[in-house]
């Protein structure tokens, strides 16, 4: 028969041994999660720079093709954002 020290001693070890089981199915359900996060990022951050390019490239066709019409609309956006921000700063 054992002693009580020698069965407290043998349910603690199987405590601990399931609990580092625990933990390591953890940590590798973890990291997976981790990595397919930063494979999501990776692609949202591609598809972002494409978009961007793409409306860069739109808007230097747009400028080159109606010149006066981009300078009058930068000159009106200009006047508005500068009314807006004079119109908040006076309250």
Same mark, same amino acid.
């Given at each position: 028969? !054992?002693? @009580?020290?020698?069965?407290? &001693? ?5 405590? *601990? ?10 940590? !590798?359900?973890?990291?997976?999660? /981790?990595?397919? %996060?930063? !494979? @999501? /990022?990776?692609?949202?951050? /591609? ?10 490239? *739109?808007? %230097? ?13 930068? =000159? %009106?956006?200009? *006047? &508005?954002?500068? *009314? &807006? =921000? ?6």
């Amino acid at each position: 028969m !054992k002693s @009580a020290k020698t069965a407290i &001693l043998d349910r603690t070890t199987d405590v *601990f041994e399931d609990s580092a089981d625990v933990a390591k199915d953890v940590a !590798k359900k973890t990291a997976s999660v /981790v990595v397919d %996060g930063a !494979k @999501a /990022v990776k692609i949202a951050a /591609v598809r972002s720079y494409g978009a961007a390019d793409d409306a860069i490239t *739109f808007t %230097g066709r747009q400028i080159r093709r109606k010149p006066v019409v981009a300078a009058v609309s930068a =000159i %009106g956006v200009g *006047f &508005l954002i500068g *009314f &807006l =921000i004079g119109r908040k700063t006076h309250r």
